[in-house]
């Protein structure tokens, strides 16, 4: 089954505890994002890759990394978490970036709380 | 400053009605659309297109209005079912761009 999985789906975790997000598609997409959801607010971009080795900002990029080793995979990486990094995660890929008018695909989202 | 913008939060819709989700845009550039349903606990799918050269984009029960001159898209559910009921989220990005910038989302409840 085609599809995008994340782990963990939630996490608690203090501040300043470094963490990772895991994703992973296998559809052989090219085009990774990460996003996250917090009220009123929407989805907003973190970063994207448009593929292994290439990686560049989205709207939101302050306090994460990412990191694209292989195709497949696109980890966000928080160092040191605060509390307003506390939100709704979403891992989406397609067969190549928006601009080539490809829909997205979403993971299932990791709900992060850091205290 | 939000580029994509949905100003109603909520509706809700009698059964076999016609839904109307509203989308408004600020970047002129924008050249492509993208209507995204999200349930809860479930990461957004995706649900219709239009680019721009087009004003209209049919599927199904779902409809896609663009008026670039407004800059404003609309999607229309026609008749609206209970399984509608979800968070609808609007999309938009541009030739070249490699972001996709979304609005806040419209929670859409049918109600039977």
Known sequence: EAQVTQNPRYLITVTGKKLTVTCSQ?????????????PG?????????????????GDVPEGYKVSRKEKRNFPLILESPSPNQTSLYFCA??????????????????????? | DQQV???????????GRISIL??????????????????????????ISISSI?????????TVFLNKSAKHLSLHIVPSQ???SAVYFCAATSSGANNLFFGTGTRLTVIP
């Open chain 2, 54 to 62: 087009k004003d209209k984009n049919e599927d199904g029960r779902f």
């Open chain 2, 5 to 15: 913008k949905q100003n109603s939060p909520s509706l809700s819709v009698q059964e």
């Open chain 1, 41 to 57: 607010l929407g989805l907003r971009q973190i970063y994207y890759s448009m593929n292994v080795e290439v990686t560049d900002k």
């Open chain 2, 82 to 84: 209970p399984g509608d």
């Open chain 1, 26 to 38: 296998n559809m052989n997409h090219e085009y990774m994002s990460w996003y996250r959801q917090d």
């Open chain 2, 22 to 47: 509203n989308c408004d845009y600020t970047n002129s550039m924008f050249d492509y659309f993208l209507w995204y349903k999200k349930y809860p606990a479930e990461g957004p799918t995706f649900l």
């Open chain 1, 93 to 115: 890929s397609s067969l190549a970036g928006p601009s080539s008018y490809n829909e997205q695909f979403f993971g299932p989202g990791t709900r992060l709380t850091v205290l």
